[in-house]
């Protein structure tokens, strides 16, 4: 059965770092775009950073720029995202996901979802 499963969320303080795994046993990941999506309570879901499928390209949301990194490794069949500095704001529940076409299109596939809770 094709699925994601996202791990490595829980509580941090402001300022602190987590990174989120995605394990993706069952996909050439070199054939997929790859997404991080969030959803905080009472909003609408959001996507955090993505990557093209060549690996070329990669887009992250303006709030999120410079403090959280995308990356995949393929061999691993695993997708992370490092989370640096954060803040109360990043509080959400998060999202891995798995596009054929790219960036910016319907993803395929996706977690089940993790949360990260940032606060003091």
């Known amino acids: 059965q094709l699925q994601l499963v996202e791990s490595g969320g829980g509580l941090v303080q402001p300022g602190g770092s987590l990174r989120l795994s995605c394990a993706a046993s069952?996909?050439?990941?070199?054939?997929?775009?790859i997404a991080w999506f969030r959803q905080a309570p009472g909003k609408e879901r959001e996507e955090v950073s993505c990557?093209?499928?060549?690996?070329?390209?990669?887009t992250a949301a303006d709030s999120v720029q410079g403090r959280f990194t995308l990356s995949r490794d393929s061999a691993n069949h695993t997708i992370y995202l490092q989370m640096n500095n954060l803040k109360p704001e990043d509080t959400a529940v998060y999202y891995c996901a798995l596009g054929n076409i790219g960036c910016g299109y319907v993803m395929a596939y996706w977690g089940k979802g993790v949360l990260v809770t940032v606060s003091s």
């Open positions: 990557e093209s499928i060549s690996g070329r390209t990669a």
């Open positions: 069952e996909f050439n990941l070199n054939h997929y775009a």
